[in-house]
């Protein structure tokens, strides 16, 4: 079962995340900055008991293509994090997640004007790169980096508002 996560569940996104992320940076300090932005907003997967096996987190941010140089600004959507307890992988969790976070996203992305849905993904984590492929995310840039300098595919897919 998927649901909204509440305040009561940060903790164990920002554990969950930070464990599975350890390789890329301080998630247990970015993580926390993200929850507190009022544009963000997470889900967990449950088991029957309401315990949680994975979680996404999803961004809407107000961007500017400009850089500063015009009064243009566009809503723009991030998938910030998706990550499945080692336990609960490969068991179609993670894909659930995504196609759950995706239907939000297409489902706003009308009134909102968002025209894609992006991620950062590791250069080296090809599991993960299968799955957003297969939800139709192609590789708009391969040459990011994360914050421990790790190299990164930046991925993109269009929103079409149609579910
Ligand atoms: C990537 C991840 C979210 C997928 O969740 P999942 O529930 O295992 O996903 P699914 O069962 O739906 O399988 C989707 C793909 O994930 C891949 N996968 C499974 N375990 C994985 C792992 N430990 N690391 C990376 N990819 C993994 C599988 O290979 C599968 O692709 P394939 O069927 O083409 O082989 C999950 O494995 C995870 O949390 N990994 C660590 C954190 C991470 O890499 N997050 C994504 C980057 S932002």
């Known amino acids: 079962m998927i649901r ?18 350890h390789d890329l940076g301080d998630y247990t300090r970015i993580l926390p900055s993200w929850l ?3 544009g ?3 889900w967990l997967d449950c088991d029957l008991q309401g315990r949680g096996r994975g ?24 998938l910030l994090a998706l990550a499945v307890l080692p336990a609960y ?22 009134s909102s004007k968002i025209g894609s849905l992006r991620l950062t993904v590791s250069e080296t984590n090809s ?15 391969g040459s990011a980096t994360y914050d421990r300098g790790q190299r990164a595919l930046r991925m ?8």
């Open 4 to 21: 909204r996560a509440e305040v009561t569940d940060h903790p164990w996104i920002i554990a969950t995340g930070a464990e599975a992320y």
């Open 36 to 38: 507190e932005q009022p």
């Open 40 to 42: 963000v907003l997470a």
């Open 55 to 78: 979680f996404a987190m999803l961004g809407f941010y107000m961007e500017d293509p400009t850089g500063g140089a015009g009064p243009a600004t566009q809503v723009v959507a991030d």
């Open 89 to 110: 992988q490969n068991r179609g969790i993670g894909t659930k997640l995504l196609e759950y976070v995706i239907d939000v996203a297409e489902r706003v992305a009308p």
């Open 127 to 141: 599991g993960a790169q299968r799955m957003y492929a297969r939800a139709g995310f192609r590789i708009v840039d």
């Open 156 to 163: 993109a897919r269009p929103l079409t508002g149609k579910t």
